[in-house]
């Protein structure tokens, strides 16, 4: 209880006691001694709440008001781009082996079953490596169609020069669509050109008459030109083969062909 409280109860209690006290009697002269002693804690009381600093009044503190903060420009970090290793120009090579295809023989490609035909291709260097050598043209995937499933090319073709490969085939004996695949190689067995042929078989044909028989390996032109049915299937290439090389077919005993035509001017 604090020392107002107490003063106050102190106070109520003296005005009791003397409103219920008689004069003169031994109560009476209680009850005065009890209303002195109250008065005397109350003056006790009172000089001892004077004595004390006086209660401190709660004040509220001062609220610190947040200042605006200067608005600053945001600070843009610049991107550094990644260091990226590109690779050195050098001068840029030339695949030496490059080739056109110019000519595929027979067109349409319907046959009869097992029919015989002569395959031929023809074939032009357009790089700037003189295939010449042992250079190869062989099958490679599908079904090989000519009878004989590798071929050495025996000529010098020149950058500019067509090589022209004729090869004995026949027809599958089964009505169907075959596909064959052939790969041309350089000397060091490095395949450089590939080339298709789909053979239709059925009921229908447009091949009307059967290749002579070959003197000699189907490989180049020198077989091809040597015959003048073979030349006429060859096409392209044998007058200028014959020009060329004429006169050593003739010293081997051989005619040079064109479309069927002997060529006699080399």
Same mark, same amino acid.
Not at 34 to 47: D, G, H, K, P, S
């Given at each position: ?104 023989? =027979? ?23 003189? /295939? ?27 950058? *500019? ?20 695949? /052939? ?30 028989? =070959? ?12 015959? =003048? ?7 392209? *290439? ?7 090389? *004429? ?12 479309? *069927? ?6």
């Amino acid at each position: 209880m604090n020392t107002k409280k107490k003063i106050i109860f102190l106070i109520v209690a003296a005005v009791m006691l003397s409103l219920t006290a008689c004069a003169n009697s031994p109560e009476a002269m209680k009850d005065q001694l009890y209303t002195e002693a109250v008065l005397t804690l109350y003056a006790e009381f009172t000089e001892t709440a004077k004595a004390l600093p006086p209660t401190a009044t709660a004040t509220q503190l001062p609220t610190n008001t947040v200042q605006p903060t200067a608005t600053h420009p945001p600070v843009v970090i610049p991107t550094i781009p990644m260091a990226i290793n590109a690779a050195t120009p050098t001068s840029a090579s030339v695949n030496p082996y490059q080739v056109e295809f110019v000519w595929v023989d =027979p067109y349409p490609n319907q046959f009869h079953p097992n029919q015989k035909f002569t395959l031929t291709w023809q074939l032009k260097n357009i790089g700037t490596a003189t /295939w010449s050598g042992k250079y190869r043209f062989y099958h490679r995937n599908g079904i090989q169609l000519a009878d004989q499933s590798s071929y050495t090319i025996n000529d010098v073709i020149a950058p *500019g020069a067509i090589l022209t490969i004729s090869m004995p085939a026949t027809s599958p004996e089964v009505f169907g669509t075959y596909q064959s695949e /052939w790969a041309l190689a350089n000397p060091e067995g490095v395949e450089f050109y590939y080339v298709y042929y789909t053979a239709n078989v059925g009921e229908n044909t447009f091949i009307t008459s059967q290749p002579s028989e =070959p003197t000699e390996t189907p490989n180049s032109l020198y077989w091809m030109c040597s015959d =003048p049915g073979r030349s006429i299937i060859q096409g392209n *290439g044998c007058d200028e083969f014959c020009r060329l090389n *004429g006169n050593t077919l003739s010293l081997n005993g051989l005619k040079c062909y064109s479309y *069927g035509t002997q060529v006699t001017t080399y």
